[in-house]
């Protein structure tokens, strides 16, 4: 039983998400990258004051439905966490903007 709990802790830890704590993080500009459906999703993150001020997705592959290019990265700066719903839909896109901009917000720790 304590093997499976070990496991199970593990898994949830390196998946991770960031829920942001105010000024927890370095200021600047920083690129990220996320396995989309159809390739990568790249994005640059910037962090003004310790937080993140906005993203962009500047390079991707996406196809129908691709709202979640958007929709994503705003509820993410506007929950200041990458533990964001996923569009309808766009699952997989959505994912890859969460896993970019996790891949960014590394850098800014």
């Given at each position: 039983m304590r093997k499976k709990w070990l496991i199970i802790l593990s898994s949830v830890t390196l998946s991770g998400t960031f829920p942001l704590a105010a000024e927890s993080l370095k200021d600047g500009t920083y690129p990220g990258r996320g396995?989309?459906?159809?390739g990568l999703v790249?994005?640059?993150?910037?962090?003004?004051?310790?937080?993140?001020?906005?993203i962009e997705v500047v390079r991707e592959k996406e196809r129908r439905p691709r709202n979640a290019l958007t929709a994503i990265p705003a509820r993410i700066a506007r929950h200041?966490?990458?533990?964001?719903?996923?569009v309808s839909g766009a699952t997989h896109t959505s994912q890859a903007v969460m896993d970019a901009v996790k891949d960014a917000l590394k850098q800014a720790l």
């Open positions: 396995q989309g459906l159809f790249q994005v640059a993150v910037v962090v003004e004051d310790g937080r993140i001020g906005s200041q966490s990458t533990d964001v719903d996923a």
